[in-house]
């Protein structure tokens, strides 16, 4: 018998997208639309079993091979130096990771930087090639809500539409990198599952260019 692909997707908007996508290409599991407080879904027809995680989780799933395959946005992949392939930029999950700051504002070099974020990694490899001291203050949301405050300097935050630093009276000051999400796979599973994963990658880059 085939061994089944465990999936981790993660919970929430992007994780339904990427979801409909495997579905789509006839991986799909049905009992995974009867209810949303369920964690772990299996179609034994198909050979899937999905695991719903929390977004910045994806990758430690896949790395650890509990899960052969995931989705995940490329922010969690640069802040977790996650040891997994990266398959196919699956072209959703569209944002940008941005420095940012009072309107009007901008950053006074003569002292340390103080900067708000989720993402330290990113924040400090950043302000790393700029050569610019700076202090990591770590937060796990409402970002923005720290240079309002005065807690920090500037944020290093995801933005998406712009509405959040907008109605926070904040601007975008710097891009740092695009973001979207990536399709990723276990180091060992790709080698011992190679054909079903790269058959499942296939037809997800048909889907994604078809759309
Ligand atoms: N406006 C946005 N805010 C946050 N993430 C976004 C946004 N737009 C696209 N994304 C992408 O979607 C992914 C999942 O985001 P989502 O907001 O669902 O989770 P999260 O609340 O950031 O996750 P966690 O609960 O693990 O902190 C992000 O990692 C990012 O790549
Ligand atoms: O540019 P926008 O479209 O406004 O999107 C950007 C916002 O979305 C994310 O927050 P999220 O909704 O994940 O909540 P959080 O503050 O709990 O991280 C991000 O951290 C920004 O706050």
Redesign the pocket.
Known sequence: MQKMINIALPKGRLGEKAYGVFEEIGYGCPSIRETNRKLIFENEENGVRYFWVKPSDVAVYVERGVADVGVVGKDILLEQSSDVYELLDLGMGK?RMAVAGKKGGRIDTDRTLRVAT?FPNIAREYYRKQSLEIEIIEL?????IAPILGMSDVIV?????????LENDLEPWEDIVSISARFIANKASYKFLNEPIRQMCEKMNEAIKKS
Do not use: F, P, Q, R
């Open positions: 944002c989720k796990h949301g409402s970002i923005e935050d995801i933005v998406e539409t712009g509405t959040t630093l």
